[in-house]
């Protein structure tokens, strides 16, 4: 069994930051693709950003230039650096996990979700 818990939500006003962070624990062999993801009232999730456990990540446009992902794969954990945050950064983000366990089966992990909220 595997979970990923998310931390690092919060309130502020437009140009402020936040640090989001997710780790994953259970029975894991290991962690491929690691993500966030966003869903804005009335909307699904779109992906924010993707991280590799080695090589290039991947953003959203509106996230470009602004949002940094990273990862400590000695925590099975994955960051999201938000800066210069904006209105419509509003939403609840998710953590996604395409995680290995111990019996060798991959799947597709989601965290709770953390609410992040951004003042004009």
């Known amino acids: 069994q595997v979970q990923l818990v998310e931390s690092g939500g919060g309130s502020v006003q437009a140009g402020g930051s936040l640090r989001l962070s997710c780790a994953a624990s259970?029975?894991?062999?290991?962690?491929?693709?690691m993500g966030w993801y966003r869903r804005a009232p009335g909307n699904g999730r779109e992906l924010v950003a993707t991280?590799?456990?080695?090589?290039?990540?991947n953003y959203a446009d509106s996230a470009k230039g602004r949002f940094t992902i990273s990862r400590d794969n000695a925590k099975n954990t994955v960051y999201l650096q938000m800066n210069s945050l904006k209105p419509e950064d509003t939403g609840v983000y998710y953590c996604?996990?395409?995680?290995?366990?111990?019996?060798?089966?991959?799947?597709?992990?989601w965290g709770q979700g953390t609410q992040v909220t951004v003042s004009a």
């Open positions: 996604n996990a395409d995680v290995r366990s111990s019996d060798m089966v991959s799947r597709t992990y």
């Open positions: 991280i590799p456990n080695s090589g290039s990540t």
């Open positions: 259970g029975s894991i062999f290991s962690i491929n693709d």
